[in-house]
C-alpha cells in the first residue's frame, strides 16, 4: 500500500517538470540569441555558459520525468512494486548529481551576469512577459530589473522543490518505521538532499557576492579576474588583513586563487601551490609558495582566524577537485590539507629556474619527490627533487647547436649538483662512467671517446674537480699507445710508463706533459735495438746504424730528455733522445751478450741513426734471470695508493653506515638506451634496474650477511657476492676488473708490467677483505654488537691468500697470467724443446736415463715378453701420477694447484709401494728423477709461467712447509729440463739430487 507521502512526492515531481518545462521555454530559449552569435569574447562566453545551463536544465527535467514514471509505476502496482524502486531512493546520487551541475551552470550564469547582458538585447520582450511570469512561476518578484527576473525564474522553483523533496522524505522515513527494509535508502536520500539544502544556498551566496565584486574592480584587475570560474570567498574589506613583505592593498580569496591587489598590478596564486603555514604568532599566520613567503596579519584573532581558516579550506578544496559538500569545512577528510601535492608550475624569478616548468611532486612549497622541469630552451631534468633541489638519481639532457644532439646526464644528485655515480654521454658521442662530486668529475672515472673518434681515447682513473688528477690511465688508439702513470690537473704530471703497440715502453718523470729528469730505473722497451758484434776487446766505433725504434714516440706536447731504454731482448740504453724517442747526444747502450756502446749519438734524416764511441766487448754477459726481472713502475706507484678513487667511495659509504638512500649512488645502475632517451624530450621516467631488483636493500644484505660469518658457510656466500655486479663486494671487483683490464690487457700487455700487475692483485685481494669486515662491522652495530677486536697480520693474510684470492683471482687471471707467459717465454721455450727431446725416449729407456732406481720400477717381478713388457710400460708407467699432475692447468687458485701437485706425490709414492708391495717414502735422491720423469710425460704447457705464479701468489704461511718443498722440487725439475746437455748425456754424470734442496 502506498503511503499519501508518496502521493505528494508524485504531484511534487508533476509540477516541477511542468515548471522546468515552462522555464526552458519562457527564460532559458529566450535568453538564447538567434545567429549570428556575438562577435565580443564576453558575448561567446555568455552565450557558451547559457548554452551550458540550457543542457544542465534538460538533464534535470529528464531524471526528474524518470523519477515521476517510477513513482507513478509505484502508485498503479503497490503490490508488486517496491520502494526501493523509487528513483528518488535507489539512484538518489544521480539525481543529485544533476541538480549540482544544473547549480553549478546557473551560479557560472550568475557571476559574469549573463542573465543581465542577454536579457538587455530583449528587454522589451521581458517587460512584457513580467506578467506572464508571475501567474506561471510562484514566488516571481514584481519588483527588480529586467535581468533580474530570469534568474529568480531559472533558481526560486529549483530551491523550493529541493526544499519539499526533503520534508517529504523525513516524513516517509517516519512513517514506514525504523525496521523497515528500504529505511536505510530514505535516510540515505534525506541526507543527501539535506545536504544539497545546504550547498546550494552556499553556492548561491558564493555567486553573489562575486557577482557584486566586479562592480567594485575598474580597469586590469576587473579584465584578469572576472571569470565564471571564481567564487569569492573571502575580501580583506569586509576582514581586514594586511600582507608583508607584500603591501597588498586588497587582498582577495577566491576557491582557486589567492589575489593581491597593487594598484593595477595583480598577484595571482594558485591555491594547488599554496601552504598554510600550522604556526601562528598572535594574529598573524604565514603562507608558502614555490618563490615567496607571506604573512598575514589581521587586527584581531578573530580576523586572523577567519582568514586562515578560509585558506586552508580553499586549498583543501581545490586539491579535492570538487567543493565541500554539504558545506565549506564539513565532511569526512582532514581539515588540514596535505603538505605533499602534485601539480606543475613556471619559475619567474630571476635564478637558474627562471622560465623553467616544473611538475610533479611539491611538499611545503619546494618540488620534492618525482618530478620534471623543463625550460624553454630544451634543457630537461627528470628524477627526483628534495626541497627544491635535484637530489637522488635524476637525467638532465642539455641540447647542443646541432639538430637533435644532446648531452645526457644519468646520475645521482645530491643538493642540486651531480653527487655519486653517473653516467654522461655527450653529444661528442664521448661517455664518462663515475663519480661525481659538486657537478663535477671527482674520483674513478672513465673517459672514452667514440668509436669514429678522429683521435680515439679511453681514460681509466682518478678525477679531481673535473681535471684528471692521481693515478690514471690513458690508451691513444690513434698513436697506439699507452700511458700509466700521475697525473695532475688533466696533464701528465710526476712518475709514469709510456708503452706502445710497436712494444716501445718508457718509464720516466712527466712535469706538465713534458719529460724531465728520469726517476730511478727507467725504462724504455723496442724490439729492434741493434746487437753489436760478438768480437772481444774496446775499440773506437765511427760507423752508421740503422735507426732502432718504430715512429711511435712520446705521447702529443712531450718533449725528449733523458732517460732510460730497456728492450724485450733486455738491451738497455742510458741517456738522452728526442721527442719521437730517437737516440740523440750522449747515451749507453747495455746489450744482453754484456757488451757495451758508449759515445754520442745522433740520426741524420734519411741516414738513420749515427753514433761515436766506445764498443767494450770484454764484459761477462748477465744473468738472464736478473734481466729478464727488470720490471717498470715497480716502486713509483705504491700499491697502496694507486686505485684509491675506487676503493674510497666504498669506505665511505661503509663509514656512514650503509645508508639506503646512498645504495645506488655507489653501486651504480643500468638505464635504457641513451640513444632512445635523446630521441625525444617528452619522457617522463627512466626505466632502470635498480639494486633492491638484483639483491634487496642493504637491510638484506648486512642480514645475509651475518647468517654466514661461520666459516663454512662464508665461502659461498663471498663467491655469491663477489659474482654479483649490484652486490657491494661484486661492484667492487668489477670496477677493479675494469682497472685492471685497462692497464694489462691489449697494448699494456708487457711482461715488464708483470711485478706491477701481481701486487695489485694482491692488494685488490686485501681491499675486498677490508671491504667485508667494514660491512661486518656495520651490520653488527645495527644488531647493538660490535666486532672483535682488529686483526692481526697473520690472521688478516689467512683470511686474504686462504679466502679472498681464490675467489677473485680468476677475475684477473686471463690478463695476469698472459704477462706471466711473456715474461718467461724465453725460459718455457728451452723447456718446450727439453720435453720434445724427452718424448723421444721410450718409458724404459727414460726410466734409465733419469737413473731411476730399477727396483722402483713398476715392471719389477712380472714375467712378460720384451714386446709387452715395451706396451705395459709406455701406457701405464706412473700414468696416475702424469694425469694428476696434468690437471694443475684446471685451475687458477694458487692453493688448488700446490694441492694438485702434493696428490701428483702421492701418486708417485703409492706407485712406488705397489711395486716394493710395502708402504715406502721416497727418499729425495729418489724423488726427483721420478719427478721429472712424471713432469716431462705431462707436457705441461708454459710450465715456468705457471710455477712462478703459484710462487708469488701462494700464501706466505706455506712457506717452508710441504707445499714449498713439492714446489721448489718442481721448479727444479723446470730448470733441468731446459738444460742442453739432458739431450746430449746421461743426468747421474752431470747433477747430483742433494744439492736441489
Given at each position: ?52 545551463l540550457h543542457k544542465s536544465s534538460q538533464q534535470l527535467w529528464e531524471v526528474t520525468e524518470e523519477s515521476l514514471h ?896 713439492l714446489l721448489t722440487a718442481l721448479e727444479s725439475c723446470y730448470e733441468h729440463i731446459q738444460k742442453e746437455d739432458m ?15
Amino acid at each position: 500500500m502506498c503511503n499519501p507521502e508518496e502521493a505528494a512526492l508524485l504531484r511534487l515531481e508533476e509540477v516541477f517538470s511542468a515548471t522546468l518545462a515552462r522555464v526552458n521555454s519562457y527564460v532559458l530559449q529566450p535568453l538564447l540569441p538567434a545567429a549570428p552569435e556575438p562577435s565580443d569574447p564576453w558575448g561567446r562566453e555568455c552565450l557558451r555558459l547559457l548554452q551550458q545551463l540550457h543542457k544542465s536544465s534538460q538533464q534535470l527535467w529528464e531524471v526528474t520525468e524518470e523519477s515521476l514514471h517510477s513513482l507513478q509505476e509505484r502508485l498503479r502496482h503497490p503490490d508488486s512494486t517496491g520502494l526501493e524502486s523509487l528513483l528518488l531512493l535507489r539512484d538518489a546520487d544521480r539525481v543529485l548529481q544533476a541538480h549540482i551541475e544544473y547549480i553549478e551552470s546557473y551560479t557560472s550564469c550568475t557571476v559574469v551576469q549573463a542573465f543581465q547582458k542577454a536579457a538587455k538585447r530583449r528587454s522589451e520582450y521581458w517587460r512584457g512577459q513580467r506578467k506572464a511570469l508571475r501567474q506561471l512561476l510562484s514566488g516571481v518578484s514584481s519588483e527588480g530589473s529586467v535581468g533580474a527576473s530570469p534568474g529568480q525564474a531559472l533558481h526560486q522553483p529549483l530551491t523550493h522543490h529541493v526544499q519539499q523533496y526533503v520534508l517529504l522524505l523525513l516524513s516517509l522515513g517516519d512513517t514506514i518505521g525504523e525496521h523497515h527494509p528500504t529505511q536505510e535508502l530514505v535516510v540515505n536520500a534525506v541526507t543527501l538532499f539535506g545536504n544539497l539544502q545546504s550547498f546550494m544556498k552556499q553556492a548561491l551566496d558564493q555567486a553573489a557576492a562575486t557577482q557584486a565584486l566586479w562592480h567594485t574592480l575598474r580597469g586590469r584587475p576587473r579584465d584578469v579576474l572576472c571569470t565564471p570560474a571564481h567564487r569569492l570567498l573571502q575580501d580583506s574589506q569586509d576582514v581586514p588583513v594586511t600582507v608583508a613583505p607584500l603591501r597588498a592593498e586588497r587582498v582577495l580569496l577566491f576557491d582557486d586563487a589567492l589575489v593581491l591587489l597593487q594598484g593595477h598590478n595583480v598577484h595571482t596564486f594558485d591555491l594547488k601551490l599554496v601552504w598554510v603555514d600550522p604556526e601562528q604568532d598572535g594574529c598573524t599566520f604565514h603562507l608558502l609558495t614555490p618563490e615567496e613567503q607571506f604573512s598575514f596579519c589581521a587586527k584581531d584573532s578573530q580576523g586572523q582566524a577567519v582568514w586562515q581558516w578560509k585558506v586552508t579550506q580553499a586549498v583543501r578544496q581545490v586539491l579535492r577537485g570538487k567543493k565541500d559538500f554539504p558545506v565549506l569545512g564539513a565532511g569526512l577528510e582532514p581539515s588540514q590539507p596535505p603538505a605533499c601535492r602534485c601539480a606543475e608550475y613556471t619559475f619567474r624569478a630571476e635564478g637558474r629556474l627562471c622560465q623553467a616548468t616544473y611538475e610533479g611532486e611539491w611538499c611545503r612549497a619546494r618540488p620534492h619527490g618525482k618530478g620534471t622541469l623543463k625550460w624553454p630552451d630544451g634543457r630537461n631534468h627528470v628524477g627526483n627533487f628534495c626541497q627544491g633541489l635535484e637530489h637522488g638519481f635524476g637525467i638532465r639532457l642539455l641540447p647542443q647547436a646541432s639538430e637533435d644532439r644532446f648531452d645526457c646526464y644519468k646520475c645521482h644528485w645530491r643538493e642540486g649538483s651531480m653527487c655519486g655515480y653517473g653516467i654522461c654521454e655527450y653529444s661528442t658521442d664521448e661517455v664518462y662512467k663515475g663519480y661525481f662530486q659538486e657537478g663535477l668529475r671527482h674520483g674513478f672515472g672513465v673517459l672514452e671517446s667514440g668509436p669514429q673518434a678522429p683521435q680515439p681515447f679511453r681514460y681509466t682513473g682518478h678525477w679531481e674537480r673535473g681535471q684528471r688528477s692521481g693515478y690514471g690511465i690513458e690508451e691513444d688508439s690513434d698513436r697506439g699507445e699507452r700511458y700509466i702513470g700521475m697525473w695532475q690537473a688533466g696533464q701528465r704530471h710526476g712518475p709514469g710508463v709510456v708503452v706502445t703497440q710497436a712494444g716501445v715502453c718508457y718509464q720516466g718523470t712527466f712535469q706538465a706533459d713534458k719529460t724531465v729528469q728520469p726517476m730511478g730505473q727507467g725504462s724504455l722497451v723496442s724490439s729492434a735495438i741493434p746487437r753489436a758484434s760478438d768480437k772481444q776487446g774496446s775499440r773506437n766505433v765511427s760507423e752508421k746504424a740503422p735507426h732502432f725504434l718504430s715512429s711511435q714516440g712520446l705521447p702529443e706536447g712531450a718533449t725528449g730528455g733523458p732517460g732510460i731504454l730497456l728492450s724485450e731482448d733486455d738491451s738497455l740504453y742510458e741517456g738522452t733522445f728526442t721527442r719521437d724517442l730517437t737516440l740523440t747526444g750522449k747515451g749507453k747502450v747495455t746489450f744482453p751478450n754484456g757488451f757495451t756502446l758508449e759515445g754520442s749519438f745522433g740520426s741524420v734524416a734519411g741516414r738513420g741513426l749515427h753514433t761515436q764511441g766506445v764498443l767494450d766487448t770484454a764484459a761477462p754477459p748477465p744473468d738472464p734471470s736478473s734481466t729478464c726481472k727488470r720490471q717498470l713502475g715497480v716502486g713509483a706507484f705504491p700499491v697502496e695508493s694507486r686505485w684509491q678513487g675506487v676503493y674510497r667511495p666504498f669506505r665511505d659509504f661503509v663509514c656512514a653506515g650503509c645508508p639506503r638512500d646512498l645504495q645506488e649512488a655507489l653501486l651504480g645502475f643500468d638505464v635504457q638506451s641513451s640513444r632512445e632517451l635523446r630521441r625525444s624530450q617528452d619522457y617522463l621516467c627512466c626505466e632502470r634496474t635498480h639494486p633492491e631488483d638484483s639483491v634487496g636493500s642493504m637491510e638484506d644484505i648486512l642480514e645475509e650477511l651475518l647468517q654466514h660469518r661461520e666459516p663454512k658457510a662464508l665461502q659461498p656466500y663471498l663467491r655469491k657476492a663477489l659474482s654479483n655486479s649490484l652486490h657491494p663486494l661484486g661492484k667492487l671487483l668489477r670496477t677493479l676488473m675494469l682497472t685492471f683490464q685497462a692497464t694489462y690487457a691489449g697494448v699494456g700487455a708487457n711482461k715488464h708490467l708483470q711485478e706491477l700487475a701481481q701486487e695489485e692483485v694482491k692488494q685488490h685481494a686485501r681491499e675486498l677483505w677490508a671491504a667485508y669486515r667494514g660491512l661486518l662491522r656495520v651490520a653488527l652495530q645495527r644488531k647493538g654488537q660490535a666486532l672483535e677486536e682488529d686483526e692481526d697480520t697473520e690472521t688478516r693474510d689467512l683470511q686474504v691468500h686462504g679466502l679472498v684470492l681464490p675467489l677473485m683471482l680468476p677475475s684477473f687471471y686471463s690478463e695476469l697470467f698472459t704477462l706471466y707467459l711473456l715474461l718467461h717465454e724465453r725460459e718455457d721455450s728451452f723447456y718446450s724443446q727439453g720435453i720434445a727431446n724427452l718424448s723421444l725416449f721410450p718409458d724404459t729407456q727414460l726410466l734409465e736415463f733419469l737413473d731411476v732406481q730399477k727396483h722402483l720400477w713398476p715392471l719389477k717381478d712380472l714375467t712378460l715378453t720384451s714386446n709387452q713388457r715395451y706396451s705395459l710400460v709406455r701406457d701405464k708407467c706412473f700414468l696416475s701420477a702424469t694425469e694428476c699432475l696434468q690437471k694443475i692447468m684446471t685451475t687458477v687458485d694458487p692453493r688448488e694447484k700446490l694441492e694438485v701437485l702434493e696428490r701428483t706425490y702421492g701418486e708417485i709414492e703409492g706407485t712406488v709401494s705397489r711395486v716394493l708391495g710395502r708402504e715406502y717414502k721416497l727418499p729425495m735422491d729418489d724423488l726427483l728423477p721420478l719427478l721429472i720423469y712424471v713432469v716431462s710425460r705431462a707436457r705441461i704447457q708454459h710450465l715456468g709461467a705457471e710455477i712462478h705464479l703459484i710462487r708469488d701468489m701462494m700464501d706466505p704461511n706455506h712457506t717452508g712447509g710441504l707445499y714449498d718443498f713439492l714446489l721448489t722440487a718442481l721448479e727444479s725439475c723446470y730448470e733441468h729440463i731446459q738444460k742442453e746437455d739432458m739431450r746430449l748425456h746421461r743426468l747421474p754424470g752431470h747433477w747430483h739430487s742433494r744439492e736441489l734442496w
